[in-house]
């Protein structure tokens, strides 16, 4: 069962915050987050395992609640280049070995200068 | 840095035709994917492989399709009797397995049937 994304859509000016959110009706094991743009593959940005741990690399960070089946990206302080669209991928119940991940549709992100 | 890459980048082909393309997964990868994107759509797992076999595949996974590790490096899918609607970006995704769950990606093949 694919992840519910939200915002569908959302319009940055460069320097703004936003937030993605991505959530699910059955317990997961993992939470993948992935910015795609145009034509291009989708990029891994970063993973959370189960157990609500906060991730985070220079402006972008994660977290993700467990009891809430929910994980929410963060892009602080927006720059051209976080234009794009961005998907998360859920890996589902215990983890197991497949690793095979479940995508959203994706939320396309546009930062204006 | 260690990458996935795919051939070829683009591949045009006619209604009914066989199409194979091609994945050189990251080296020490061990588990495998194939994954479908239609244009503007989210990206559809297709098929997973690991240890010479596959281990899961999806309903869009029928009969017409295949994939092969037919060396150590290759891992190939292959479309036997192509439809309209098998235009798409096809992935290729790879993970080392174990604790080393990151799933990287190829640049994708984009497969255009007319």
């Known amino acids: 069962q694919q992840p519910v994304q939200s915002p569908q859509a959302v319009i940055l000016r460069e320097g703004e915050d936003a937030v993605i959110n991505c959530s699910s009706s059955?317990?997961?094991?993992?939470v993948h987050w992935y910015r795609q743009k145009h034509g291009e593959a989708p990029v891994f940005l970063m993973i959370?395992?189960?157990?609500?741990e906060q991730k985070g690399h220079d402006k972008i960070s994660a977290s993700f609640n467990e009891k809430k089946q929910q994980s929410s990206l963060y892009l602080t302080a927006s720059q051209l280049s976080y234009s794009g669209t961005y998907f998360c991928?859920?890996?589902?119940?215990?983890?197991?070995?497949?690793?095979?991940?479940?995508f959203g549709k994706g939320t396309l992100l546009t930062v204006n200068p | 840095e260690p990458e996935v890459t795919q051939t070829p980048s683009h591949q045009v082909t006619q209604m009914g035709q066989e199409v194979i393309l091609r994945c050189v997964p990251i080296?020490?990868?061990?588990?495998f994917y194939w994954y479908r994107q239609i244009l503007g759509q989210k990206v559809e797992f297709l098929v997973s492989?690991?240890?010479?076999?596959?281990?899961?595949k999806s309903e869009i996974f029928d009969d017409q399709f295949s994939v092969e590790r037919p060396d150590g490096s290759n891992f190939t899918l292959k479309i036997r009797s192509t439809k309209l609607e098998d235009s798409a970006m096809y992935f290729c995704?790879?993970?080392?397995?174990?604790?080393?769950?990151?799933?990287?990606f190829g640049p994708g093949t984009r497969l255009t049937v007319t």
């Open positions: 080296s020490n990868h061990l588990y």
């Open positions: 995704a790879s993970i080392a397995g174990g604790p080393m769950r990151e799933q990287y």
């Open positions: 991928g859920t890996e589902m119940g215990s983890g197991g070995s497949n690793y095979k991940l479940t």
């Open positions: 059955k317990a997961l094991y993992s």
């Open positions: 959370l395992l189960k157990g609500g």
């Open positions: 492989f690991y240890n010479n076999e596959i281990s899961e």
